[in-house]
């Protein structure tokens, strides 16, 4: 736009200078006739008017400057009487272009072209040269050229060109600086808004846009709040509606506790003297205390999931070796293993044993998958395996006996799942046992995974990173795979 | 004859409980408010008391803190419904020597008791030194330059279990077994708080304990190697 404009004003400009340099030649040309024609035709005078004609620039109109004239025998005029060739000592005849002097040859009025002026001092100026004729008295034909530079123009022409760069520039800066403004009054508020919703779906339930003024973007955060607002509401409603629940389970475990206790005190004075009562009673003791221990179990199951789905599950986390934790846990299930006729290898293959844990999660989580193993066993020997490596630590526990249907497998975690509901437990367990060592293992930032092929047996695995809260790079264990 | 007063608003329960110790040859006194107990405890002291956490009146760790202001020696045993929560160890820290998890076998009870009232094992006799602490095992205090540290017994058989063998790295577990009597126990809460109550009272600085030091990933041992004396 900016080139346009200049280009406008330097053709005004250009233009303006044609017109009056042609009027001012028209003038001199004039003038110099008639000197000619009237001021006498001595050699002397002849010179003297063409000098003076030459050098008359300035008495014509004093205010155009660079004004340059010289005069030429004309191309016809081939034996004049006198030479009176004459030029403003300043520019050499090369400013002529050689092209206007064949027009002027040729036409009979006034002919112009634009050119380069060249000045006796070397420097070159674009200006305009006019061509006309002069008769002379005793000389003949001659041509008169105008010589009109632009210099004025052309500094004319730089300082617009300057101030126009630099409005330009002021203006480049002013659009760069109102852009930048204006993407902040447009960007800022949504990538605050992106922040917000960002921030809101992390769970800061709380966070709401901040809406200034009665734009779209306002209107947006106006909805997004609304928005908000509303999953707010229903998600603390559901929050309080859970809470209620899980506090209502917890309750109930708690306050069942009181009375069973005085239920089992009773139960254990009774179960002592069963001897002395008749057969029936003496059963019905037995019963009762054994049905006793089982409610106690799951009593007990109960109120550990309620805590794992109030996430109030509290860790003690101390370092433990893991291999003495197994290895023990497998003495205390000697006995039942023995009765079972299950024989348990243990294969430790371990650097370095020792992990960070609640302790009392861990070893509940070895006897829940021990004790399913041997119950499950069918006299086959139950194979357990500890491996480690950097950043975890696996425990498995394999057994060869009944197994599980591999279509059951991903279920077994699931509470009160049972691989046959037709088919009575031998050791009672309460169904919660293996969600309640799954979630354990979560805990613990581990994992416990299953395996499983009627009659072939299953696999149970306990991953477990060396420190809560680091990344299992590799398990070191892999589960077996049904082909 | 032993007594052992059962703090419980549970009026069944308490019956249930005094039926039971009187079967195993154990007196006791029944109140049923938290802010009763001082009273009955003040005149008659009894052997043991059995604190159930929630009570009318007083909560059970503030009566356990007040029992342990105005006796250091007398075992208590807290009777919980809850057995993980912030409860047990306030008032492990607030001077309770073990804790029972409703609902508990009565047998278990019973031994549980018996544990905290029997006196150290009597095949060891005369002073225990232990850094610059003198462990008196008849007299059943512990003196340092001369100046007696009051320990509650169960801190006592804490620290006579670990400086017997100085220098022998115990397991939690070994410690529940040993002191409080479990079989299989991995409570190491129970084990915790009270080295920290016994470091309190025998470390010079129990940030930087040097008389009972955690062997990391295994338990505790007593740090400086002491003589068997007499």
């Given at each position: ?306 805590r794992f789905d109030a996430t109030e599950a509290a860790m003690e986390i101390s370092e433990i070796d893991l291999n003495e934790m197994v290895a023990r846990c497998i003495t205390d299930l000697s006995l039942i293993s023995a009765e079972k006729n299950v024989v348990v290898n243990l294969e430790k293959d371990l650097v370095n044993p020792i992990v960070s844990v609640d302790a009392r999660r861990i070893e509940r989580i ?84 299953a395996w499983g092929k009627l009659n072939e047996g299953a696999q149970f695995i306990l991953t477990l990173p060396r420190k809560i809260g680091w990344k299992i790079e590799a398990e070191p264990i892999e589960l077996l795979t049904t082909k | 004859m032993t007594s052992v007063l059962v703090v419980d608003d549970d009026q069944d329960l308490a019956e249930m409980l005094g039926i039971v110790l009187n079967g195993a040859g ?43 202001a105005f006796s250091v020696r007398v075992p208590i045993v807290m009777l919980t419904a809850k057995g993980d929560t912030h409860d047990v160890v306030l008032g492990l820290e607030a001077g309770a020597d073990d804790y029972m998890v409703k609902p508990f076998k009565p047998s278990e009870l019973v031994a549980r008791i018996r544990t905290r009232l029997r006196r150290t094992s009597s095949e060891l006799s005369g002073i ?103």
């Amino acid at each position: 736009m900016g080139s346009a404009l200049l280009n406008r004003i330097s053709t005004g400009v250009v233009n303006e200078k044609i017109k009056s340099a042609l009027s001012e030649s028209t003038l001199a040309v004039y003038s110099a006739q008639f000197r000619f024609t009237s001021g006498g035709v001595t050699d002397a005078a002849l010179k003297k008017i063409a000098q003076e004609v030459v050098n008359a620039k300035k008495a014509i109109r004093a205010t155009d400057s660079g004004r340059e004239v010289i005069l030429i025998r004309s191309a016809k005029n081939l034996d004049p009487e006198v030479a009176i060739d004459t030029v403003s000592n300043r520019v050499s005849y090369e400013s002529i272009p050689s092209e206007l002097r064949d027009r002027l040859l040729n036409s009979g009025d006034p002919v112009w072209a634009r050119s380069i002026i060249e000045y006796a001092d070397g420097h070159k100026v674009p200006g305009i040269v006019v061509g006309d004729k002069l008769s002379i008295p005793r000389v003949g034909p001659y041509d008169i050229y105008f010589l009109f530079s632009f210099e004025s123009q052309v500094n004319t022409l730089n300082l617009v060109k300057n101030y126009l760069f630099l409005a330009g520039f002021i203006l480049l800066l002013l659009i760069v600086g109102i852009t930048y403004l204006v993407i902040r009054q447009v960007i800022e508020p949504v990538r605050d808004a992106a922040k917000i919703a960002e921030e809101f779906t992390a769970g800061k339930l709380e966070k709401r846009i901040s809406v200034v003024g009665s734009d779209e973007i306002s209107r947006l955060g106006i909805s997004f709040n609304a928005m908000a607002t509303a999953i707010e509401q229903q998600i603390k409603r559901l929050e309080n509606l859970s809470k209620v629940q899980q506090r209502f389970v917890s309750d109930v475990s708690h306050e069942l506790r009181t009375p069973l206790t005085t239920i089992r005190m009773a139960s254990d004075l009774i179960y002592a003297y069963r001897d002395k009562f008749e057969p029936n009673i003496s059963r019905s003791a037995e019963l009762l205390q054994s049905q006793i221990d089982r409610f106690e179990l799951l009593l007990a199951d109960l109120l550990e999931v309620s805590r794992f789905d109030a996430t109030e599950a509290a860790m003690e986390i101390s370092e433990i070796d893991l291999n003495e934790m197994v290895a023990r846990c497998i003495t205390d299930l000697s006995l039942i293993s023995a009765e079972k006729n299950v024989v348990v290898n243990l294969e430790k293959d371990l650097v370095n044993p020792i992990v960070s844990v609640d302790a009392r999660r861990i070893e509940r989580i070895l006897r829940n998958l021990l004790t399913n193993a041997i119950d499950h066993a069918n006299e086959k020997p139950v194979d357990v395996t500890i491996k480690s490596n950097s950043s975890a630590l696996s425990v498995s526990i394999r057994d060869y006996g009944i197994g599980i249907d591999p279509a059951q497998v991903p279920r077994v975690f699931d509470r009160f799942w049972r691989a046959d509901p037709a088919r009575a437990r031998s050791r009672g367990g309460t169904g919660l046992g293996l969600s309640i060592a799954q979630e354990d293992a979560h805990l613990h930032d581990g994992t416990l995974k299953a395996w499983g092929k009627l009659n072939e047996g299953a696999q149970f695995i306990l991953t477990l990173p060396r420190k809560i809260g680091w990344k299992i790079e590799a398990e070191p264990i892999e589960l077996l795979t049904t082909k | 004859m032993t007594s052992v007063l059962v703090v419980d608003d549970d009026q069944d329960l308490a019956e249930m409980l005094g039926i039971v110790l009187n079967g195993a040859g154990i007196e006791v006194d029944l109140v049923s408010r938290g802010d009763e107990v001082m009273d009955v405890f003040r005149n008659n002291p009894p052997d043991l008391v059995l604190l159930d956490l929630m009570l009318p009146g007083l909560d059970g760790i503030e009566v356990c803190r007040q029992i342990r202001a105005f006796s250091v020696r007398v075992p208590i045993v807290m009777l919980t419904a809850k057995g993980d929560t912030h409860d047990v160890v306030l008032g492990l820290e607030a001077g309770a020597d073990d804790y029972m998890v409703k609902p508990f076998k009565p047998s278990e009870l019973v031994a549980r008791i018996r544990t905290r009232l029997r006196r150290t094992s009597s095949e060891l006799s005369g002073i225990l030194l232990l850094a610059d602490i003198a462990i008196d095992i008849l007299e059943h205090t512990i003196t340092r330059d001369g100046k007696e540290i009051p320990l509650t017994r169960l801190e006592f058989d804490l620290l006579v279990a670990l400086a017997k063998e100085p220098g022998r790295v115990f397991t939690r577990e070994a410690l529940l077994s040993e002191v409080w009597g479990y079989r299989h126990s991995t409570d190491t809460r129970l084990v915790n708080v009270h080295i920290q109550r016994l470091r309190a009272k025998v470390e010079h600085d129990s940030e930087n304990p040097t008389i009972i030091t955690t062997v990391r990933g295994i338990g505790y041992k007593a740090g400086v190697s002491g003589t068997r004396g007499h």
